[in-house]
């Protein structure tokens, strides 16, 4: 056989079995979500007559948490799509998609049992690109059937039209702090608050084994979710944007929607308050994350955000001048961030501090115009010493609206010091 003839019947059988490409006029995709432009993405190739669409760019879009990871390991090529919390191995010329466990920093380092179907095996155009798979996977097995996805190829537009992450959805935000039990909550249908995380017990965020802990139940119902406990199986189950999350304390297995997933960091309690961790909560729950490592600060978002900071050295100024403002007792600066009381007096670690002449305590921490105190002491105004616990508590919360014989963060400015001559009157 001539070699003339033997190059053109390999030309023929590789023509035959590699994938043949039709680039779009157009070399960038419009991506909408819920009516809005969030950016454009590269056009998807033609196929053998399916449109092939670049899912790690989308995905990204969809969730700017989302990743590509493309390893050009021979004999094939494979990417590591990650989103909401979810990881997709991804191989060209391949049907077959694992899903994969994804740690908090990210990583997919375990399989999950579950295999996906691709309508037709998945391409990478160019060595510069990442994988492109048919839309079908995206529609129905990352996003979902409840969720409308739309390919305009007039208008070269993609349109996902999100229910659940609709951007007719309240839009929200909380931003906390590590060691800090304040919470900043801005809503765009009302005033932006600070709260306390936890009024009964003052958690915090903390980080262990460099994972970050969250007491994650009153977070969760500011989003408007659901939070319950079941104390026979120590079982957590968290419900927001119609994702459901089952978490166990020191079990490192969750349920999610169904599926059974694998966490790097096991739920547990402090202080009588369950921690779960936050990354794998967040991405399970449909809430983006913005760690500020600078600042120790983490930042949760609910809800389409046109521009999201990426430094809020802004949030919980007060700190740094916590020393300064414990110093000094009966000073009469002023400032919004300083713990003055009713009078203007600057309160001090150590202070008893009392309410409406009924109710004292002393003061254990200050953290700018917030103090933390043990609420243990009463006048006569609130009845007799022989006062049943309970109906104490009772009384303390409806004269008061403090919690008796508990700790409770609260506004100085609330509250006045006891003086010397008071102080015979609480007990």
Same mark, same amino acid.
């Given at each position: 056989?001539?070699?003339?003839?033997?190059?053109?019947?390999?030309?023929?059988?590789?023509?035959?079995?590699?994938?043949?490409?039709?680039?779009?006029?157009?070399?960038?995709?419009?991506?909408?979500?819920?009516?809005?432009?969030?950016?454009?993405?590269?056009?998807?190739?033609?196929?053998?007559?399916?449109?092939?669409?670049?899912?790690?760019?989308?995905?990204?879009?969809? /969730?700017?948490?989302?990743?590509?990871?493309?390893?050009?390991?021979?004999?094939?090529?494979?990417?590591?799509?990650?989103?909401?919390?979810?990881?997709?191995?991804?191989?060209?010329?391949?049907?077959?998609?694992?899903?994969?466990?994804?740690?908090?920093?990210?990583?997919?380092?375990?399989?999950?049992?579950?295999?996906?179907?691709?309508?037709?095996?998945?391409?990478?155009?160019?060595?510069?690109?990442?994988?492109?798979?048919?839309?079908?996977?995206?529609?129905?097995?990352?996003?979902?059937?409840?969720?409308?996805?739309?390919?305009?190829?007039?208008?070269?537009?993609?349109?996902?039209?999100?229910?659940?992450?609709?951007?007719?959805?309240?839009?929200?935000?909380?931003?906390?702090?590590?060691?800090?039990?304040?919470?900043?909550?801005?809503?765009?249908?009302?005033?932006?608050?600070?709260?306390?995380?936890?009024?009964?017990?003052?958690?915090?965020?903390?980080?262990? /084994?460099?994972?970050?802990?969250?007491?994650?139940?009153?977070?969760?119902?500011?989003?408007?979710?659901?939070?319950?406990?079941?104390?026979?199986?120590?079982?957590?189950?968290?419900?927001?944007?119609?994702?459901?999350?089952?978490?166990?304390?020191?079990?490192?297995?969750?349920?999610?929607?169904?599926?059974?997933?694998?966490?790097?960091?096991?739920?547990?309690?402090?202080?009588?308050?369950?921690?779960?961790?936050?990354?794998?909560?967040?991405?399970?729950?449909?809430?983006?994350?913005?760690?500020?490592?600078?600042?120790?600060?983490?930042?949760?978002?609910?809800?389409? *955000?046109?521009?999201?900071?990426?430094?809020?050295?802004?949030?919980?100024?007060?700190?740094?001048?916590?020393?300064?403002?414990?110093?000094?007792?009966?000073?009469?600066?002023?400032?919004? /961030?300083?713990?003055?009381?009713?009078?203007?007096?600057?309160?001090?670690?150590?202070?008893?501090?009392?309410?409406?002449?009924? *109710?004292?305590?002393?003061?254990?921490?200050?953290?700018?115009?917030?103090?933390?105190?043990?609420?243990?002491?009463?006048?006569?105004?609130?009845?007799?010493?022989?006062?049943?616990?309970?109906?104490?508590?009772?009384?303390?919360?409806?004269?008061?609206?403090?919690?008796?014989?508990?700790?409770?963060?609260?506004?100085?400015?609330?509250?006045?010091?006891?003086?010397?001559?008071?102080?015979?009157?609480?007990?």
């Amino acid at each position: 056989m001539s070699k003339i003839k033997l190059v053109l019947m390999i030309s023929l059988l590789l023509s035959l079995t590699l994938p043949q490409f039709v680039f779009a006029s157009d070399k960038t995709l419009k991506v909408e979500v819920s009516n809005h432009n969030e950016g454009t993405v590269p056009s998807p190739v033609v196929v053998d007559g399916t449109n092939m669409f670049p899912i790690g760019k989308i995905l990204n879009i969809l /969730d700017r948490s989302g990743t590509e990871t493309v390893v050009r390991d021979k004999p094939s090529v494979h990417s590591y799509v990650t989103f909401q919390g979810n990881c997709y191995s991804i191989t060209e010329g391949k049907k077959e998609v694992t899903g994969y466990v994804v740690d908090e920093s990210g990583v997919c380092f375990e399989p999950t049992g579950k295999v996906y179907q691709l309508e037709k095996a998945a391409v990478y155009p160019s060595d510069k690109e990442g994988v492109y798979v048919p839309l079908s996977f995206i529609e129905k097995d990352i996003v979902g059937s409840e969720n409308d996805t739309i390919y305009l190829k007039d208008k070269n537009t993609l349109v996902f039209n999100m229910y659940t992450w609709d951007e007719q959805e309240e839009k929200m935000s909380i931003i906390l702090k590590i060691g800090d039990p304040w919470m900043y909550i801005s809503n765009a249908d009302k005033k932006d608050e600070t709260k306390q995380i936890d009024p009964e017990e003052g958690s915090t965020p903390v980080i262990r /084994d460099d994972r970050t802990l969250l007491p994650i139940a009153n977070i969760v119902k500011e989003f408007g979710g659901i939070v319950t406990w079941d104390g026979n199986e120590k079982k957590v189950s968290i419900t927001l944007n119609r994702n459901n999350v089952d978490l166990w304390i020191d079990k490192n297995r969750a349920v999610v929607n169904g599926a059974v997933k694998t966490l790097d960091v096991a739920p547990t309690i402090i202080s009588n308050k369950t921690m779960v961790p936050l990354k794998f909560v967040s991405d399970n729950l449909g809430l983006k994350l913005v760690w500020d490592g600078k600042n120790q600060v983490i930042a949760l978002y609910k809800g389409m *955000f046109d521009n999201v900071p990426s430094d809020y050295s802004e949030y919980f100024a007060y700190k740094n001048d916590e020393k300064t403002k414990q110093n000094t007792k009966n000073d009469k600066t002023t400032g919004n /961030d300083k713990p003055l009381d009713i009078n203007g007096n600057l309160l001090k670690v150590g202070d008893v501090v009392q309410i409406n002449n009924m *109710f004292a305590g002393e003061i254990l921490e200050i953290q700018g115009s917030k103090i933390l105190i043990y609420w243990n002491q009463r006048s006569a105004l609130t009845g007799d010493k022989k006062i049943s616990e309970e109906k104490m508590k009772f009384t303390a919360m409806f004269l008061a609206g403090i919690k008796w014989h508990e700790y409770q963060w609260g506004d100085a400015k609330t509250v006045s010091i006891v003086g010397v001559s008071e102080s015979a009157f609480y007990y």
